[in-house]
């Protein structure tokens, strides 16, 4: 894949991703989610609480989470740029700051306890 297309596809998905987690998190969302959980429940009665009704509602919140995790993560790895990028400015702002920590977030676990 071409570094044009593949920046086009990066960019789609990261507005795609913006928009889905804004969506997502909001109260209607919630609200949404609630409804659907129950009409769910009381739909229970009608089909007498049968594998397939619960099928039903395992299936379909096993796919959305799985979806979501993807698109959490893309929206969480660019604030956590954002962030380190700000901090950063800060630091080098900063007349008395000490650089040694400009990069912590790729040491390991041990490392910067010493």
């Known amino acids: 894949m ?3 297309e593949r920046s086009r596809l990066y960019n789609l998905f990261d507005n795609f991703s913006n928009k889905v987690t804004k969506a997502t998190g909001s109260p209607i969302a919630f609200l949404v989610a609630l409804a659907v959980i129950l009409a769910w ?3 229970g009665t009608i089909f007498g609480f049968s594998d397939t009704w619960q099928l039903i509602i395992n299936t379909g919140t096993t796919i ?3 979806l979501m995790v993807f698109i959490i993560q893309q929206s969480q790895n660019k ?3 954002a962030l380190h990028l700000k901090l950063n400015e800060l630091i080098a702002a900063s007349k008395n700051a000490s650089n040694r920590l400009i990069d912590s977030e790729d040491l390991t676990e041990g490392e910067p306890e010493d």
């Open 41 to 43: 429940g009381v739909t």
């Open 2 to 4: 071409e570094e044009k």
């Open 64 to 66: 959305v989470t799985f």
């Open 79 to 81: 604030d956590t740029i």
